[in-house]
């Protein structure tokens, strides 16, 4: 999730207000049809292993930290797990509107990343204190040859400020199967890994009386911290 943010506290301006269907929680028929058809797609066409959803919780906000290879990244997390999770979209890919309601129908939610603004910020910490589960990139984009990139600030607000575990998430083979560029994936071995939630209270409670300066170096160190947990699984 890489969003530049001028004002990390943000303690200005009204909060949105999202009205979430509860789909958001539990899966609905249209997204427990496209949950059961890319399980199967991916088993065989990936060979998808998954391991370690013990870690994630079967209830409540929880950030879905994951490494960005792939264009596939998004549905192989949700074919991954067993609750509906939502998904941070470019504002763009909704113009076009029968794809727009179909992405929308998968949970995904639009944001104006393009500008980076504080509200983007605002609703993905809302859906998690709502109770949602959020995949986010802390790297920001995909990475352009198959190697972890550094995590963006952003992701360090939304991890600090919204208080929910923070699931990191290593994806191996999708940079492999379909890495930029690329119009169709190629049948390879792909795994998800998941492991602990990454120990943040420290950094939440400096977060908590520290001045803006201080505040932005704490997103970074938090951002740094989740991008470590991925890189060791």
């Given at each position: 999730?890489?969003?530049?943010?001028?004002?990390?506290?943000?303690?200005?301006?009204?909060?949105?207000?999202?009205?979430?269907?509860?789909?958001?929680?539990?899966?609905?028929?249209?997204?427990?049809?496209?949950?059961?058809?890319?399980?199967?797609?991916?088993?065989?066409?990936?060979?998808?292993?998954?391991?370690?959803?013990?870690?994630?919780?079967?209830?409540?906000?929880?950030?879905?930290?994951?490494?960005?290879?792939?264009?596939?990244?998004?549905?192989?997390?949700?074919?991954?797990?067993?609750?509906?999770?939502?998904?941070?979209?470019?504002?763009?890919?909704?113009?076009?509107?029968?794809?727009?309601?179909?992405?929308?129908?998968?949970?995904?939610?639009?944001?104006?990343?393009?500008?980076?603004?504080?509200?983007?910020?605002?609703?993905?910490?809302?859906?998690?204190?709502?109770?949602?589960?959020?995949?986010?990139?802390?790297?920001?984009?995909?990475?352009?040859?198959?190697?972890?990139?550094?995590?963006?600030?952003?992701?360090?607000?939304?991890?600090?400020?919204?208080?929910?575990?923070?699931?990191?998430?290593?994806?191996?083979?999708s940079f492999e199967a379909m890495p930029r560029g690329s119009c169709f994936p190629k049948p390879t071995p792909i795994s998800i890994s998941?492991?602990?939630?990454?120990?943040?209270?420290?950094?939440?409670?400096?977060?908590?009386?520290?001045?803006?300066?201080?505040?932005?170096?704490?997103?970074?160190?938090?951002?740094?911290?989740?991008?470590?947990?991925?890189?060791?699984?």
């Open positions: 999730m890489g969003i530049r943010h001028p004002n990390p506290k943000m303690n200005s301006g009204p909060k949105p207000t999202l009205a979430l269907s509860n789909r958001f929680y539990q899966m609905d028929w249209f997204y427990r049809a496209g949950w059961v058809l890319l399980r199967a797609v991916f088993r065989v066409w990936f060979h998808l292993r998954v391991d370690g959803l013990e870690f994630v919780p079967k209830t409540g906000g929880a950030i879905i930290a994951s490494n960005h290879a792939s264009y596939l990244d998004p549905p192989l997390i949700g074919a991954a797990l067993h609750r509906p999770v939502a998904y941070l979209a470019k504002k763009s890919l909704f113009r076009f509107k029968p794809f727009g309601w179909l992405i929308a129908q998968l949970n995904a939610v639009p944001l104006e990343r393009e500008k980076a603004t504080a509200a983007g910020l605002r609703t993905a910490i809302e859906l998690l204190e709502a109770g949602v589960a959020v995949v986010l990139f802390p790297e920001g984009t995909r990475t352009p040859n198959g190697s972890l990139q550094s995590g963006k600030p952003g992701a360090g607000v939304i991890a600090l400020r919204s208080n929910v575990p923070v699931i990191p998430t290593r994806i191996k083979g998941f492991g602990r939630p990454v120990a943040l209270d420290d950094l939440r409670a400096a977060a908590n009386e520290a001045p803006q300066k201080a505040f932005k170096s704490l997103c970074q160190a938090a951002s740094d911290r989740i991008m470590a947990s991925i890189a060791n699984l």
